[in-house]
């Protein structure tokens, strides 16, 4: 659902909140250090794929933001402050350290392209809901995903893995601005991982 469609307070809570809480599910549970597979596949995690040191919580400390249920959605206050939060996520950093690397990473499907024999092109994001439900989270957790060939057998929010070699490259879409793209990748059902 576009940011535009969700209530600016509804949308400024949900961005607080998730920030707030470290709201990434697949990232909060514990997965083992980073291994190689056979395939040549180092297994990341989604915080690896933001900067030491970037924090857009920083942004709600700087403008003073407590309790965001204050806010009246109409307040150019608070349209101020949703656009730069937008802005900031947007531009999110990427880690120029993962570039060109061969990795594999889960998340949730979200649908961009699809013909007869499956998704030929979509975002994997690190928690159900994101882009569709809730507002788009920062560039740095929204990977674009090309398949070597077409994802079939999968609907949106469907949680897989994804391995490819991983550029950073920011693209747009009505779903959210990407700051990785992961091309070339092959798309399987999620299974986790082995302990």
């Known amino acids: ?11 400024l ?4 909140g998730l920030l707030a809480a470290g709201a990434l599910p697949l990232a909060a549970q514990p997965l083992p250090k980073p291994t190689t597979n056979s395939a040549g596949y180092t297994e990341i995690r989604w915080d690896d794929l933001v900067p030491k040191g970037w924090d857009p919580a920083k942004l709600l400390k700087d403008k003073g933001l407590g309790d965001t249920a204050m ?33 594999k990473l889960p998340g949730y499907l979200v649908p961009l392209e699809e013909v007869a024999e499956g998704h030929t092109e979509f975002l994997l994001v690190p928690y159900f809901g994101a882009c569709i439900h809730t507002p788009p989270p920062p560039a740095n ?4 995903v090309v398949p070597a060939k077409p994802a ?44």
Not at 13 to 16: E, K, N, P, S
Not at 89 to 101: I, K, M, R, V
């Open 141 to 144: 957790q929204i990977v674009l």
């Open 71 to 103: 806010l009246i959605d109409g307040d150019p206050k608070t349209q101020a402050l949703m656009q730069q939060m937008r802005e900031v996520w947007d531009n999110a950093p990427t880690e120029p350290a993962l570039n060109n690397t061969r990795v």
């Open 1 to 11: 659902m576009p940011t535009s469609a969700l209530p600016r307070r509804q949308w």
């Open 13 to 16: 809570q949900c961005a607080a």
């Open 152 to 195: 079939g057998g999968l609907r949106s929010m469907d949680t897989v893995w994804v391995s490819g070699v991983l550029k950073t490259s920011r693209n747009n879409s009505a779903m959210g601005t990407t700051g990785y793209r992961l091309e070339a990748a092959l798309v399987e059902r999620y299974k986790p991982p082995a302990r």
